[in-house]
């Protein structure tokens, strides 16, 4: 993959940004992950960000603190799909996999306080 993916799949942090239906952005501090070519992240089924993303996947991606405050190098553009439960398994993993201890309790509590459709995987396609 190009250059722009691997540093963007190697940070801790990223913010996702989304576009509603006027086209105002909003955008989200979240974990991610590379994967198979792409950028994954995981969310709450019923957060805006997958709302938008169901409405139009443009997203815009870059690397941040924890907050999403202090942002650091180019912002990427993509577009993003929402994965069924079988990939959002694996995304799962994925995720738990990068953040060790703290990716594996997060995952695990996250099993405990609902289904497993309650959340679901987020693949983005990075522009090349």
Known sequence: MGSEFERIAAEKYV???????NGAPVP???WAAGDGGE??????RKAGKVKRIRNGGRVEVQACDFR????HGD?????ARL???DETERVRKVIA???GITGRVTM????LRGPKDRTVGIAIKLAE
């Open 39 to 44: 950028l994954v992240i995981w969310s709450e």
């Open 75 to 79: 912002v990427v553009a993509g577009a």
């Open 97 to 99: 996999r990068k953040y």
């Open 15 to 21: 913010v996702l940004t989304t576009f509603r239906k």
């Open 28 to 30: 989200t501090p979240v």
């Open 108 to 111: 695990f509590f996250s099993r």
């Open 68 to 71: 999403g405050a202090k942002t």
């Open 83 to 85: 994965l069924d439960l």
